[in-house]
């Protein structure tokens, strides 16, 4: 009888052990040493293509009670920018060489909105502004080349509207981009999205001595003629 209740005593923890060996263990958060890396990926934008590759989005903003997106391929040298659920325009800076990241599309809202994609290029950064008047979105139709590396979008006028605002060499007679003219003085000049030009500040040995650069913050008293 005694040996009959330590066998079963016996079997009874080897059942215990076996039930515990054999237990799944808890799942390991994510993150976690020995966890599974969690990849966040952008889904790509269905029907619609950046150049001959698929698109992924880079970056959103909303202005005007609208999505604006930007899309890109892979490399970020094909962009494309969908504004609400219907207006698709492909960029025209495209055929400039631009790299576009996270941090180009820029839009700031007002009486009329405005969006800028930006993204550098060869020698500088390029610009192309997109403004919405009406309810309507349209390509301004004209891009903006900063030899010196900022083109960047505020209301330097004060009226309501942002402003372009392009960092250039001021170097007559020199070819852009040439050494020569990359050793010349900067300037800011502001576009007003309207109107075109309406003037520039005076010059600066670098373009570092911007108040604000990169990010170059300027009022309309900083404006003057431009040369």
């Known amino acids: 009888m005694l040996f009959t209740a330590l066998l079963a005593v016996v079997v009874t923890a080897g059942v215990i052990v076996a039930v515990v060996l054999l237990r799944p263990s808890a799942p390991t958060p994510s993150g976690a040493p020995g966890g599974y890396p969690v990849t966040e990926t952008v889904p790509a934008s269905p029907g619609v293509n950046c150049g001959h590759s698929a698109c992924r989005e880079i970056g959103a903003m909303t202005v005007g009670g609208l999505p604006v997106v930007l899309l890109a391929d892979e490399a970020g040298k094909q962009g494309t920018v969908k504004i609400g659920a219907d207006t698709v325009i492909p960029l025209m800076i495209n055929d400039m060489g631009v790299t576009l990241k996270g941090d180009s599309l820029r839009c700031v809202d007002g009486a009329t909105p405005v969006c800028l994609v930006r993204g550098e290029t060869g020698g500088g950064s390029a610009g192309e502004l997109f403004v919405a008047?009406?309810?309507?979105?349209?390509?301004?139709?004209?891009?903006?080349?900063?030899?010196?590396?900022?083109?960047?979008?505020?209301?330097?006028t004060a009226d309501g509207v942002a402003d372009v605002i392009v960092?250039?060499?001021?170097?007559?007679?020199a070819?852009?981009?040439?050494?020569?003219?990359?050793?010349?003085?900067?300037?800011a000049e502001v576009y007003d999205v309207g109107r075109g030009s309406v003037g520039c500040t005076r010059r600066y040995t670098a373009p570092s001595e911007l108040r604000g650069w990169p990010d170059v913050r300027l009022t309309k008293a900083d404006l003057r003629a431009c040369p």
């Open 133 to 156: 008047r009406g309810g309507i979105w349209r390509d301004t139709g004209k891009p903006y080349f900063s030899d010196a590396g900022t083109v960047a979008l505020a209301d330097v």
């Open 175 to 187: 070819q852009s981009g040439s050494a020569r003219c990359q050793a010349a003085p900067v300037l």
């Open 167 to 173: 960092v250039r060499h001021e170097c007559p007679g």
